[in-house]
């Protein structure tokens, strides 16, 4: 337990799946810790482990896709939350498409968007990137899925080691 375990306890984020590819690699993992960080110009942050195979991909990346999962997702989080790429070829699991830069976008999710990474922020065990939306799904029809929170991922820890 730390001091600031009183304060993160009762934090209750969305899920989210980043996708990176570089020099004809793809990678991706489960992510909690992201947040929009600006409404003019628009910019969304996310964090990923630096003990990450994504994250040593999403280094040499000019995008990144983020994927906001709902309850219905779950399979996909474990899978990108669960394994490791450097051992298991996650993309050839689930159905995708090559978005901006080559950036995997899982059409499986149907909100997510592509960002121009503008910057890189230590965090200490984790980098954050800084993020310029460039590609955006299309406007979702009907009500808002519930989405899928970090309790409901409680037994895997999203950041590491996939």
Same mark, same amino acid.
């Given at each position: 337990m730390t001091d600031f375990d009183p304060f993160?306890?009762?934090?209750?984020g969305p899920m989210y799946v980043v996708t990176a590819a570089s020099g004809g690699e793809r990678?991706?993992?489960? $992510?909690?810790?992201?947040?929009?960080?600006?409404i003019d110009p628009p910019r969304f942050v996310v964090c990923l482990s630096v003990a990450n195979r994504t994250y040593r991909i999403a280094r040499a990346s000019e995008h990144l896709t983020v994927h906001l999962l709902s309850e219905k997702d779950r399979a996909l989080a474990e899978l990108?939350?669960?394994?490791?790429?450097?051992? $298991?070829?996650?993309?050839?699991? $689930?159905?995708?498409?090559?978005g901006r830069a080559g950036s995997p976008v899982l059409d499986q999710v149907?909100?997510?968007?592509?960002?121009r990474i503008e910057g890189r922020i230590?965090?200490?065990d984790h980098v954050g990137f800084l993020l310029t939306p460039e590609e955006v799904c299309p406007p979702l029809q009907g009500p808002r899925p519930a989405?899928?929170?970090?309790?409901?991922?409680?037994?895997?820890?999203?950041?590491?080691?996939?």
């Open positions: 993160t306890d009762r934090l209750d990678a991706g993992c489960l $992510v909690g810790f992201a947040s929009q960080c600006s990108f939350g669960g394994e490791t790429t450097d051992q $298991v070829d996650k993309f050839a699991r $689930v159905a995708w498409s090559a149907s909100t997510w968007f592509t960002g230590e965090g200490g989405l899928l929170r970090y309790r409901d991922m409680q037994d895997l820890d999203p950041g590491h080691p996939a």
